[in-house]
């Protein structure tokens, strides 16, 4: 009886009151899970990290190749199955690489017992003593001071397959941001919009005064349902349907012509053809230049550029739809194609256009992702006029200082700062044994003299060795750092508040 009593007992422990079945073990099961997955993709990326990083390969569906060390690239490309690897998927580089190593630090900070929202609320007050050091190293920076910006950007792009072009890239982005931001500094940049699309009617290759207006309709005769069909039978009835379609046609265009209208956009059409030969024979008699196959997502960059309106419908193709430029006109590019340029646009809206070449589209579109995050760079300083050393000087200043502050906090809170501040080294460590160097002699020497309170002390990996890496000009804006960390940790936080996944269909 007593044997029957205890397994009773035991068989009521996994039970609530309600008499479903609760699995303690589930939650616990489910974090390291989440934890293990996000862990998979920052190893993944972590090899890219740093001027020595190495490349990417990564092959999509289809079979189109890309080589890229742009972790942003990596994470977009990647086939992501677990949820939370897609949580870790939000960032660069550095964000998905403090997070996998945060995410490991809470691995064993739970294999001890400790509690996941303890853990969360501790790095919660890290971060925010982090962003309180990483404010305390920089220094600020004056938009004026050009030299500082392309020392910036050049840090940026000596990470990218590009680097050897970084002289001619970062002043280009330098200026692409400053133009933007402040119209008096002179460019030698495309100040206007740049269509990739060639002129379709070659009568008519330069506009001034240009009246630009953007149709989303087209310019060929209307067909009828799937359902119907149109059957002619005599040669009276063809030249009727040929006389109406011209006459159709003829309408749309002088109503065009009547608008003032001078340059003509036409979206891409899926259904029929966007603009007939006829329709362009039309255009063309009346001094209309035309540029087709504009893709739908360029709609709404391009009318905040130019200042014009899409039009859906011939009978809305009024003057107060058009948009104004000083100049369009098709330029060549040295025997390799043609570009559509309008430069003047009287709008309001402010844009400058970067024209990349390349060998293949392989280095075009490596080129473009590029100079995108040398533009990010500029465009932080901007935000927040703050420069602050790189080569993982911040990290290892962060890790010394909240070592530091995990000894004024009490009981398991100054355990899960401690292990936050370990964590951080992550990022010197990988910088290093990317470059060849012995990772824990190099975070050893880097914690010493960040510990004696030489802040500039970064990885030199030029030289191979530690260096005051502001008089090497490796700097990087202090809004970068500060959102690294902040991401980061919000993202690690994100996870360990997660207990259970729920598919549903």
């Known amino acids: 009886m007593p044997e029957a009593m205890g397994s009773m007992r035991a068989s009521n422990m996994g039970r609530n009151k309600g008499g479903a079945y609760v699995d303690r073990d589930k939650p616990a099961q489910i974090r390291f899970s989440n934890i293990s997955a996000a862990k998979a993709v920052a190893d993944a990326v972590r090899t890219s990290l740093g001027p020595k990083g190495m490349d990417k390969m990564i092959q999509d569906e289809k079979g189109d190749v890309t080589i890229t060390n742009d972790g942003a690239t990596i994470l977009k490309q990647m086939q992501v199955l677990h949820p939370a690897a897609k949580m870790a998927g939000d960032g660069t580089t550095s964000v998905v690489v403090i997070a996998g190593a945060l995410l490991e630090a809470c691995s064993k900070l739970l294999q001890r017992g400790i509690h996941p929202t303890t853990i969360s609320e501790s790095f919660q007050k890290a971060v925010e003593k982090g962003v309180e050091v990483l404010t305390g190293m920089s220094r600020p920076v004056l938009l004026s001071d050009r030299e500082t910006l392309l020392n910036s950007a050049t840090t940026s792009l000596c990470s990218k397959v590009v680097s050897q072009y970084s002289s001619l890239l970062a002043p280009m982005s330098v200026d692409a941001v400053m133009r933007v931001i402040d119209p008096a500094t002179a460019t030698g940049l495309v ?55 011209r006459a159709y046609i003829l309408n749309m265009v002088k109503q065009i012509k009547k608008a003032g209208c001078n340059v003509l956009l036409i979206q891409k059409s899926i259904l029929r053809d966007a603009l007939s030969d006829l329709a362009l024979h039309f255009l063309n008699k009346m001094k209309i230049m035309v540029v087709k196959e504009i893709e739908r997502e360029d709609i709404e960059f391009i009318c905040k550029t130019l200042g014009t309106k899409p039009i859906a419908h011939i009978d809305h193709f009024i003057p107060e739809m058009l948009g104004s430029a000083e100049l369009a006109e098709e330029v060549s590019l040295d025997g390799s194609g043609k570009l559509v340029k309008i430069t003047g646009c009287a709008s309001p809206g402010k844009t400058v256009t970067i024209v990349v070449r390349g060998s293949n589209k392989l280095v075009i579109e490596e080129a473009e992702r590029s100079i995108h995050d040398a533009l990010c760079v500029i465009r932080c300083l901007v935000k927040r006029r703050a420069l602050i050393a790189g080569g993982g000087a911040p990290e290892i200043e962060l890790a010394v200082r909240l070592a530091e502050y995990s000894r004024t906090l009490a009981g398991m809170e100054a355990y899960c700062v401690r292990a936050y501040a370990d964590a951080l080294e992550v990022i010197p460590s990988t910088l290093a044994e990317n470059a060849g160097l012995n990772p824990i002699s190099t975070v050893t020497e880097l914690r010493n003299r960040h510990a004696q309170g030489d802040k500039s002390a970064g990885i030199n990996v030029r030289k191979g060795g530690i260096s005051n890496i502001l008089e090497e000009l490796v700097v990087q804006p202090l809004l970068v750092s500060i959102s690294a960390l902040t991401l980061s940790t919000e993202t690690v936080r994100s996870i360990l508040k997660i207990d259970d996944v729920v598919n549903t269909r």
Do not use: H, W
């Open 191 to 245: 100040e206007g919009l740049v269509l990739t699309q060639r002129i379709s009617n070659t009568g008519v290759s330069r506009v001034e005064k240009a009246r630009i207006g953007l149709i989303q309709f087209c310019l060929s005769p209307p067909k009828c349902d799937m359902d119907n069909q149109i059957v002619v039978s005599d040669y009276a009835q063809m030249d009727r349907v040929l006389r109406e379609e």
